[in-house]
């Protein structure tokens, strides 16, 4: 089955950019998931990617996904602290009957 | 819309009690699903209904049982907790490529 790896740690000062990194095992993977987590809360849909982009942008947001390398990253722009939370990629692999396989997801501390 | 929304939003619950959570969307979506989350483990699927009337097991689905009930409401309940079923409990549904998340329900069995 599909694999997904996080690291589960970054911390960043206000204002600089973030880059949350993913990979996954599965190449037949379809759609590729980022959702945010604050305490206490479920996870909050961010945006998704198809596999036939490389690249999709939306606001603060940017997606980037390396086929070839199993590789997804999240970039957020100028990072604020209301940006602390937890992020979790999500995967969905092809005739999976659309079921989202998660990393453990990465702890997002913004420092002011 | 209220979108997801899961009762209890917490519970206590003896070793051996029963209990069934539930999850109500008001979405029109067909597909959906239980999660349970764990530290450092993220989100593991324990059960899914692809459509009204249909479910699947998921990576988890030992010591749970669900009901899809209609196509807005999908249950999911434990016999007989245990322990090892402490845990905080997400429902979702999907429309087309978006899953959408309930708060959750945090389960403490001692």
């Known amino acids: 089955g599909e694999d997904v790896e996080q690291s589960l740690f970054l911390s960043v000062r206000e204002g600089d950019s973030s880059v949350i990194n993913c990979t996954y095992t599965?190449?037949?993977?379809?759609?590729l998931y980022w959702y945010k987590q604050e305490p206490g809360a479920g996870l909050q849909l961010l945006t998704y990617?198809?596999?036939?982009?490389d690249m999709k942008q939306d606001q603060r947001l940017t997606v980037l996904l390396n086929k070839k390398d199993k590789h997804l990253s999240l970039r957020i722009a100028d990072t604020q602290t209301g940006d602390s939370a937890i992020y979790f990629c999500?995967?969905?692999?092809?005739?999976?009957?659309?079921?989202?396989?998660f990393g453990s997801g990465t702890q997002l501390t913004v420092l002011p | 819309n209220a979108g997801v929304t899961q009762t209890p939003k917490f519970q206590v619950l003896k070793t051996g009690q029963s209990m069934t959570l539930q999850c109500a969307q008001d979405?029109?979506?067909?597909?959906m699903y239980w999660y349970r989350q764990d530290p450092g483990m993220g989100l593991r699927l324990i059960y899914y209904?692809?459509?009204?009337?249909?479910?699947d097991k998921g990576e988890v689905p030992n010591g749970y049982n669900v009901s899809r009930l209609n196509k807005r409401e999908f249950s999911l309940r434990l016999e007989s907790a245990a322990p090892s079923q402490t845990s905080v409990y997400f429902c979702?549904?999907?429309?087309?490529?978006?899953?959408?998340f309930g708060p959750g329900t945090r389960l403490t069995v001692t």
């Open positions: 979702a549904s999907t429309i087309v490529h978006e899953q959408y």
């Open positions: 599965d190449s037949s993977s379809t759609y």
């Open positions: 990617i198809f596999s036939n982009m």
């Open positions: 999500g995967v969905i692999s092809s005739g999976s009957a659309r079921q989202l396989t």
């Open positions: 979405m029109n979506h067909n597909s």
């Open positions: 209904s692809a459509s009204e009337g249909t479910t």
